[in-house]
């Protein structure tokens, strides 16, 4: 850690000190526009007494949230520059509202990272696996049909055709040159903690938890960027993101865009930059890609552990060495990120506490 960095402890204790700053900021603009406006309205003879009056709360506002800002401490920033470069498939499950009225509790939003060079072999491996197991490699897998013995896994409903795809596909998951990271959220236990709000200040729209899948990105890309620089020498990535609807999609980009302007409270504006291609790339199911899949299978095993820490769920043991190591947090590594946590997840972390 550079001496000019703080610690993950002092970070979080300094979110305030951040958020008024950007305030402090924010309100410089607003007061800069206001003059502008009573000298473009003194120019037209008009009354400035309503922009006088803003101007005067403006100001006062302005003073508070300066006298509250505190000492800022210094956010992780990018050490290793290199040339290679990853892709990082990203897929979810889960209803992203907190107050959605469905049994499966949990929001999870899943990355599969794979390094350029690897990309061919992996693509080869996984078309193999599917035209030896599922019939052909112009089938989609999709998670939902993996637990339902549907889709591409009905497989003429021949129970030993299904259950041997099943089985190899854990083995096909643990051949393939990937690493991975999960952000999971309990709705319920996230209720119980912070309502309807944002877990700290520092996120930008109070309604953020409304729509997790947004909160959720900005997490993920913390330790995507975190784990490019840690286990891939410093590599950029470029983001592919399952195509959802027009507006959802603007809205990621929305979100990763200020990722780059703002950073986050843990993580430099900067350090995004310099990890992350610019914009997301979004693709559908009917693309057929392979990485893109897997992504789609990431999720709900992390989702099903979480819910039930003491159950092995399917495909578990097959992704989880495939998680990044990596001690983000006392009791977080690197590839798998609860919310929130409780000593009940204990059992999910590596018994090796580094």
């Not at 949230?65 to 498939?89: M, N, Q, V, W």
């Amino acid at each position: 850690m550079k001496k000019n960095e703080g610690s993950r402890e002092e970070l979080t204790d300094a979110i305030p000190a951040r958020v008024a700053r950007q305030r402090k900021h924010s309100y410089q603009e607003y007061l800069t526009y206001l003059r502008l406006a009573r000298r473009t309205r003194l120019d037209l003879g008009m009354d400035i007494s309503a922009v006088d009056a803003a101007l005067s709360q403006g100001q006062d506002e302005f003073s508070t949230i300066a006298a509250a800002e505190g000492r800022i401490i210094g956010r992780a920033h990018p050490k290793i520059l290199s040339t290679e470069r990853c892709t990082i498939y990203i897929d979810e499950c889960g209803s992203h509202t907190l107050s959605a009225k469905e049994r499966f509790k949990a929001f999870a939003l899943g990355a599969v990272i794979v390094r350029e060079a690897d990309e061919a072999v992996f693509d080869a491996l996984w078309k193999q696996w599917k035209r030896t197991y599922l019939g052909s490699d112009a089938k989609l897998v999709h998670e939902p049909d993996v637990r339902k013995l549907s889709g591409s896994f009905w497989c003429g409903g021949d129970k030993t055709k299904q259950q041997t795809a099943i089985i190899q596909l854990d083995e096909i998951i643990r051949k393939l040159p990937f690493s991975a990271i999960c952000c999971v959220l309990q709705r319920e236990k996230y209720m119980e903690k912070w309502g309807q709000e944002a877990p700290n200040e520092s996120l930008p729209h109070k309604n953020l938890p409304n729509h997790l899948y947004v909160m959720m990105l900005s997490f993920l890309a913390e330790r995507v960027a975190l784990s490019l620089q840690t286990h891939f020498e410093g590599a950029q990535g470029r983001l592919v993101l399952e195509a959802r609807d027009p507006l959802g999609d603007a809205l990621l980009q929305y979100e990763f865009a200020r990722l780059f302007l703002d950073g986050t409270a843990y993580i430099s504006a900067s350090y995004f930059r310099q990890q992350f291609l610019p914009g997301l790339r979004f693709i559908t199911k009917d693309a057929n890609s392979s990485e893109m899949q897997l992504a789609d299978l990431l999720a709900r095993p992390c989702a099903d552990k979480v819910l039930n820490p003491l159950a092995d769920p399917p495909r578990w043991a097959a992704f989880q060495p495939k998680l990044c190591t990596g001690r983000v947090t006392a009791n977080s590594i690197l590839g798998l990120k609860v919310m929130p946590w409780d000593e009940s997840y204990e059992c999910m972390l590596p018994s090796e506490r580094s």
